[in-house]
T-cell receptor, first 111, second 114 residues
Framework: GDSVTQMEGPVTLSEEAFLTINCTYT??????LFWYVQYPGEGLQLLLK?????DKGSNKGFEATYRKETTSFHLEKGSVQVSDSAVYFC??????????FGSGTRLQVQP | NAGVTQTPKFRVLKTGQSMTLLCAQD?????MYWYRQDPGMGLRLIHY???????AKGEVPDGYNVSRLKKQNFLLGLESAAPSQTSVYFC?????????????FGPGTRLLVL
């Protein structure tokens, strides 16, 4: 079946540091890939997505590239801020309408 | 435009009690979903609906029932709550013409079963 594997957290960084959160997937067919973010006490919000191989999704300084050859969709940001502290979820959708989520990675950014 | 709303925000139940969680969306989405979120396990799909009057089982449906009598509402019921159902429940909707695959989430309902 479909699955998503994320690096375990928490990831603790200082402000302005470079961020990478790894995500790899297993899926039948050609999934769309997503990163969702959950701020404390809130629901999930779509951060970015990519629908086909080599696509790059980007939003709010975050980027992720759909790598079919390595079945990966790593999330990166060049300079994190305290306000980026949240839980980040990688997810995929193979067209069966429901998302398959990774377990989430908590990011803590210190001033 | 409120997006996806959920009621209640928090509830404490005793084992064996029943309750219904309500989800409402004002985006005219066809698809609606119920997920539960447990520590270290991400979100798991309980039930979903592809349109008014339809429901289908997800990954972890046991102990839950759902109904979609109106397009904008999706109800999740627990007939006899168990401590294993202590979780945070999220409703989501999606499937409009512009973004068939993107889902929009509500703020969540925190449920504690004693």
């Amino acid at each position: 079946g479909d699955s998503v594997t994320q690096m375990e957290g928490p990831v603790t960084l200082s402000e302005e540091a470079f961020l990478t959160i790894n995500c790899t997937y297993t899926a039948t067919g050609y999934p769309s890939l997503f990163w969702y973010v959950q701020y404390p006490g809130e629901g999930l919000q779509l951060l970015l997505k990519a629908t086909k191989a080599d696509d790059k999704g980007s939003n709010k300084g975050f980027e992720a590239t759909y790598r079919k050859e390595t079945t990966s969709f790593h999330l990166e940001k060049g300079s994190v801020q305290v306000s980026d502290s949240a839980v980040y979820f990688c997810a995929l959708n193979t067209g069966r309408r429901a998302l398959t989520f990774g377990s989430g990675t908590r990011l803590q950014v210190q001033p | 435009n409120a997006g996806v709303t959920q009621t209640p925000k928090f509830r404490v139940l005793k084992t064996g009690q029943s309750m219904t969680l309500l989800c409402a969306q004002d985006m005219n989405h066809e698809y609606m979903y119920w997920y539960r979120q447990d520590p270290g396990m991400g979100l798991r799909l309980i039930h979903y609906s592809v349109g008014e009057g339809t429901t289908a089982k997800g990954e972890v449906p046991d102990g839950y029932n759902v109904s979609r009598l109106k397009k904008q509402n999706f109800l999740l019921g627990l007939e006899s709550a168990a401590p294993s159902q202590t979780s945070v429940y999220f409703c989501a909707s999606g499937g409009d013409r512009q973004s068939q695959e993107t889902q929009y989430f509500g703020p969540g309902t925190r449920l504690l079963v004693l």
